[in-house]
T-cell receptor, first 114, second 117 residues
Framework: DTAVSQTPKYLVTQMGNDKSIKCEQN?????MYWYKQDSKKFLKIMFS???????INETVPNRFSPKSPDKAHLNLHINSLELGDSAVYFC?????????????FGPGTRLLVL | AQSVTQLDSQVPVFEEAPVELRCNYS??????LFWYVQYPNQGLQLLLK??????LVESINGFEAEFNKSQTSFHLRKPSVHISDTAEYFC???????????????FGQGTTLQVKP
């Protein structure tokens, strides 16, 4: 059983399109996160939700909008895609919102904007 | 604000040799410290973490890291590496204090460990 799953695994699209990435965790965790890993492998947090409530909202363009329909799901919608959005996007979850918690990461979604 | 510096972007090493991956951090508040590993084309997984207590922490696969508060370091070591340890290693911190304790992980740039036969 996959603990944190993401779909799709690969996403190739044109500039200006709108796309969504879905994330689901079956660990029963309360907190979920989105991270962006750029081409130099640098990881940066984008958002986190605790039980459907937004906790972290880093300096991210308004074109990125997270949505959490329930605590097991955190989706990422991106409007008007730009070349610079090309990256690997990782979803993660943790049992609670606390700095010492272990975060469990999904396999990543590789987004390429042409 | 917090920042993490991993001093080596790539570390090539022969199989069965010892290795040290260096990590320094900067923070105005106390932090929790982590090492995560990313195998090729996979997500990250926790290797070990320091929360409190003994400054030496160990993982199940032979890695250890020591928290040094005075030097603000959390270097990762293994006495004898295997080919299967080839991966990207990320050092990360998360603030402890009050409203900053949101679970936010601040990562270093990563170190590629290349184990050669």
């Amino acid at each position: 059983d996959t603990a944190v799953s993401q779909t799709p695994k690969y996403l190739v699209t044109q500039m200006g399109n709108d796309k969504s990435i879905k994330c689901e965790q079956n660990l029963g965790h309360d907190t979920m996160y989105w991270y962006k890993q750029d081409s130099k492998k640098f990881l940066k947090i984008m958002f986190s939700y605790n039980n459907k409530e937004l906790i972290i909202n880093e300096t991210v363009p308004n074109r990125f909008s997270p949505k959490s329909p329930d605590k097991a799901h955190l989706n990422l919608h991106i409007n008007s895609l730009e070349l610079g959005d090309s990256a690997v996007y990782f979803c993660a979850s943790s049992q609670r919102t606390w700095g010492g918690e272990t975060q469990y990461f999904g396999p990543g979604t590789r987004l390429l904007v042409l | 604000a917090q920042s993490v510096t991993q001093l080596d972007s790539q570390v090539p090493v022969f199989e069965e040799a010892p290795v040290e991956l260096r990590c320094n951090y900067s923070s105005s508040v106390s932090v929790y410290l982590f090492w995560y590993v990313q195998y090729p084309n996979q997500g990250l997984q926790l290797l070990l973490k320091y929360l409190s207590g003994s400054t030496l922490v160990e993982s199940i696969n032979g890695f250890e890291a020591e928290f040094n508060k005075s030097q603000t370091s959390f270097h990762l070591r293994k006495p004898s590496v295997h080919i299967s340890d080839t991966a990207e290693y990320f050092c990360a911190v998360s603030p402890q204090a009050g409203s900053s304790n949101t679970g936010k992980l601040i990562f270093g740039q990563g170190t590629t460990l290349q184990v050669k036969p």
